[in-house]
């Protein structure tokens, strides 16, 4: 599995509240919407191989 690394972000009150409830909405933490979120965005530009994704079983339940 690759390796976790944390970082600061800082982020508008409003974009956040926004991901809070699009996370319970998903039945995901925050961390892992905002995870998610990027994995896809980074797939569809082709900036991340499929093979670069690890397979975690929470990241597929509720992709659309």
């Keep these: 599995m690759a ?5 600061l ?3 508008d009150g409003e974009v956040l509240d926004a991901l809070k409830r699009w996370a319970d909405d998903d039945l995901r933490s925050l961390n892992g919407q905002i995870e998610f979120l990027l994995r896809r965005a980074l797939r569809e530009k ?3 191989r499929e093979s670069d994704v690890p397979k975690d079983p ?6 659309q």
């Excluded at 929470?58 to 992709?63: P, W």
């Design 3 to 7: 390796e976790r690394k944390s970082f």
């Design 58 to 63: 929470d990241s597929s339940y509720n992709e």
């Design 46 to 48: 082709r900036r991340l």
């Design 9 to 11: 972000l800082r982020i």
